[in-house]
C-alpha cells in the first residue's frame, strides 16, 4: 500500500518485474563466472590500452606540429621515441634512391663510428629503405642480420606519398624496458608518416630561406 497523504492508501501496483531469483533460473558454475570476469578483464583492459595510446599520439602530433615553427624535425622525432617509446640511442639518416645509400642526418646517443656501416644500406637497414617497411630486429632470422645491427630494434621508414624520406635506426631501449609493445608499435607506425610530412617540411623551408 501506498500513502497518499490524506490518510488514504492506495494498493501497491505490481509492475510484473522478475525477482532476481526468477531472472537467474541458471546459476553460474564456477568455471562460468571465472570465464565472465576474464572477458570483463579483457574488454576493459582494451579500452584502457587504447585510451593510453590515444594519449600518447597526441603528445606526439603536437611535439611534431611545434617541430614546423622551430625546424627541427630531427630532434622531435628522437625526443618523441625516447620519452614515448623507450630509446634514448637513435641516428636518423638521409635516403639516397638514385645511389641507394644513406647520409646521417642528426643523432643521438650513438658514437659516429657506430653508424658508418649503414651508409652502405646492406642487411635488414637496406632492406627496410628498399621495401619501404619498418623492420624490427626481434622479427628478423638471425641470420639476416649483419654484425653491426645486432644492437638495432628497429629500423623506421620515414615515408610520405611513397617517397622514403629518411630511416630511423633505433638502437638499444633503456634498461626498464624488455622489448617493444603494441602500443609502442602503434606509435611508431605513426611516426612512419607524420614524421615523415615534418622532415618534408623541414627540407621545403630550408629551400625557401636558402640564397
Same mark, same amino acid.
Given at each position: ?10 494498493p501497491? @501496483?505490481?509492475v ?5 531469483a526468477e531472472r537467474?533460473?541458471a546459476?553460474? $558454475?564456477?568455471?562460468?563466472e ?6 570483463q ?9 587504447n ?10 602530433s603536437?611535439r ?5 615553427e ?9 625526443e618523441?621515441i625516447?620519452?614515448?617509446?623507450? %630509446? ?10 638514385g645511389a641507394q ?11 659516429e663510428?657506430?653508424?658508418q656501416?649503414?651508409? %652502405?644500406?646492406?642487411g635488414?637497414f637496406?632492406?627496410?629503405a ?8 626481434e ?10 645491427e645486432?644492437?638495432? $630494434?628497429? %629500423?623506421?621508414?620515414? @615515408? ?6 629518411g ?18 608499435f602503434e606509435l611508431? @607506425?605513426?611516426?612512419?608518416?607524420y614524421?615523415?610530412v ?14
Open positions: 500500500m501506498i500513502g497518499t497523504g490524506n490518510g488514504n492508501c492506495l501497491f @501496483k505490481d510484473g518485474g522478475t525477482k532476481p537467474n533460473t546459476i553460474l $558454475t564456477g568455471t562460468e571465472l570465464h565472465l570476469r576474464v572477458q578483464l579483457s574488454l576493459r583492459e582494451q579500452l584502457e590500452r585510451h593510453f595510446l590515444l594519449m600518447r599520439l597526441n603528445a606526439a603536437a611534431l606540429i611545434q617541430s614546423m622551430q625546424l627541427d624535425a630531427f630532434e622531435a622525432i628522437a618523441i625516447a620519452n614515448l617509446v623507450g %630509446c634514448e640511442e637513435i641516428a636518423i639518416f638521409d635516403y639516397h634512391p645509400n644513406f647520409s646521417l642526418a642528426w643523432s643521438s646517443g650513438v658514437e663510428s657506430a653508424t656501416p649503414f651508409y %652502405c644500406g646492406a635488414m637496406g632492406r627496410a628498399q621495401q619501404g617497411m619498418s623492420l624490427y630486429q622479427r628478423q632470422p638471425e641470420t639476416l642480420l649483419l654484425p653491426h645486432k644492437n638495432l $630494434t628497429a %629500423c623506421i621508414v620515414l @615515408k610520405s606519398s611513397d617517397e622514403v624520406v630511416v630511423v635506426a633505433m638502437f638499444g631501449l633503456l634498461p626498464q624496458k624488455s622489448k617493444l609493445e603494441w602500443t609502442d611508431l @607506425k605513426f611516426l612512419e608518416t614524421g615523415a615534418a622532415v618534408k617540411f623541414q627540407r621545403l623551408q630550408g629551400k625557401q630561406v636558402s640564397p
